[in-house]
Each structure stands twice: as structure tokens, then as C-alpha cells.
């Protein structure tokens, strides 16, 4: 099983970037796929959901209306589109995957710096 994060990056405030996770070793289409983040010295924190079809999203309050999720199931890859990025979004961000408490994956990870 593995999750690949990409995508990230410094980038201004205000600016976008779009990570990427593709996956493998298992069967994609069948897991809700969750974007985390951690901040040095804090708790990882839900940052977005997208269940297995793509039918229903979910975000953190701190970017609704700024970050999108969505996912390709015959690519086996997820998304996450941010925009109008601010110093507080920057942090490590985890892919995850979810079928149960058993089958349940992690990414290595991908740094997100929004500083000028």
C-alpha cells in the first residue's frame, strides 16, 4: 500500500496550489479519502473529506470556501485545490485513506510554506 503525496511548495499569500496523492496497493474507489495537516507544535488537524464515489465533501471551517477535494477513482489519485492561501495554512499535509478502523493509511507527507 502507498499513499504519494505531491504538490507542495512555497507559495505566497493569496497564491494557489493543487497537492496531489495517488495511490496504490489497494482498492482506491472503496475508501473516503481525507487531506490533514500539521503545524509545528500543534495537533494534525482535519483539513477535508471526499467520500468513496466523490458524491460528498466536507471541510475544516478555516478553508471552507478556499480549498476544494476531489478525487479521480480511475487515476486512483485525490486533489486538493488551495486558494487564496494564508501563513496559517502552512504545514505538513497528510493524504489518508479510510475503509475501517483496520484498513486505514497514511502518506509521508508534503510541506505547504505560505510566506513573502
Known amino acids: 500500500v502507498q499513499l504519494v503525496e505531491s504538490g507542495g511548495g512555497l507559495v505566497q499569500p493569496g497564491g494557489s496550489l493543487r497537492l496531489s496523492c495517488a495511490a496504490s496497493?489497494?482498492?482506491?474507489?472503496?475508501?473516503?479519502m481525507r487531506w490533514y495537516r500539521q503545524a509545528p507544535g500543534r495537533e494534525r488537524e482535519l483539513v477535508a473529506t471526499?467520500?468513496?464515489?466523490?458524491?460528498?465533501?466536507n471541510y475544516a471551517d478555516s478553508v471552507k470556501g478556499r480549498f476544494t477535494i476531489s478525487r479521480d477513482n480511475a487515476k486512483n489519485t485525490v486533489y486538493l485545490q488551495m486558494s487564496s492561501l494564508k501563513p496559517e495554512d502552512t504545514a505538513v499535509y497528510y493524504c489518508?485513506?479510510?475503509?475501517?478502523?483496520?484498513?486505514?493509511?497514511w502518506g509521508q507527507g508534503t510541506q505547504v510554506t505560505v510566506s513573502s
Open positions: 489518508n485513506a479510510w475503509r475501517n478502523a483496520r484498513y486505514n493509511y
Open positions: 496497493g489497494f482498492t482506491f474507489s472503496s475508501y473516503v
Open positions: 471526499i467520500t468513496s464515489d466523490g458524491g460528498s465533501t
